[in-house]
């Protein structure tokens, strides 16, 4: 994005559409499956699915004329997509772990901006978890977001989880640039009930900050 004109998708507007996304998959899975239940063969198991209803909540936010810019979701999509709804958010295939919503020019000509990159690494082990920050904090985007199926209180070397990622990302990222780690619970987990528990960050700065339940 260039530094001259304003972002397209404001961060605190691209933060609400990937929270009420993460919402959306809680409902969409409940009472059906955990990340946890088949991991070690199914590497990413919800990624197509949150990649879906992102588009679906970036579509549900777009405004009327014909010259608006494209927006587009791009993941493995190998199965949700084909029961997607008409829609003007564009679904396209990209890594089966990666998850991009990028906004292109009304005629598809230029690459305007890429409001957010997400990276689900469902296996919550350090190792994974960490290699998913080093990618992110190496991929260009406005919000960087994290999501797995960790305790975010868990203890790495002396910090939370939460606050271990956190410093994975800034330390190969630039300053003051947004982050959103969202650490999924099964039935039964460290919450008191199912869902993400969400926190915000931003480069550089000492500390993760707890976001409330929507």
Same mark, same amino acid.
């Given at each position: 994005m260039s530094p001259a004109r304003a972002s397209l998708v404001p961060v605190e507007n691209a933060?609400?559409?990937?929270t009420?996304?993460?919402?959306?998959?809680?409902?969409?899975?409940a009472s059906i499956d955990a990340p946890v239940e088949y991991v070690r063969r199914v590497a990413h198991p919800w990624t197509d699915d949150l990649a879906f209803e992102?588009?679906? =909540?970036?579509?549900?936010? =777009?405004?009327?004329?014909?010259? =608006?810019?494209m927006q587009e979701v791009s993941t493995a999509f190998r199965r949700v997509a084909r029961d997607a709804p008409e829609m003007k958010v564009r679904l396209v295939q990209g890594? &089966?772990?990666?998850?991009?919503?990028?906004?292109y020019a009304p005629?598809?000509?230029?690459?305007?901006? =890429? &409001?957010?990159?997400?990276?689900?690494?469902?296996r919550g082990a350090w190792p994974h978890l960490s290699r998913a920050c080093d990618d992110l904090a190496q991929t260009r985007a406005s919000l960087r977001v994290l999501?797995?199926? @960790?305790?975010p209180d868990r203890d790495v070397d002396g910090?939370?989880?939460?606050?271990?990622?956190?410093?994975?990302i800034s330390a190969f990222a630039p300053p003051r640039e947004p982050v959103l780690l969202a650490f999924y619970a099964p039935e039964g987990?460290?919450?008191?009930?199912?869902?993400?528990?969400?926190?915000?960050?931003?480069?550089?700065?000492?500390?993760?900050? &707890?976001? @409330? &339940?929507?």
């Open positions: 933060i609400t559409i990937v009420a996304a993460l919402d959306a998959l809680v409902r969409r899975r992102l588009a679906l =909540q970036i579509d549900a936010a =777009q405004t009327g004329g014909e010259l =608006q810019p890594l &089966p772990h990666t998850i991009r919503w990028r906004i005629d598809d000509s230029a690459l305007l901006e =890429q &409001p957010v990159a997400l990276h689900s690494q469902w999501a797995t199926q @960790a305790d910090l939370t989880l939460a606050t271990a990622c956190a410093y994975r987990g460290w919450r008191s009930q199912a869902g993400f528990s969400l926190y915000s960050y931003k480069t550089g700065e000492q500390a993760v900050t &707890p976001l @409330a &339940p929507g």
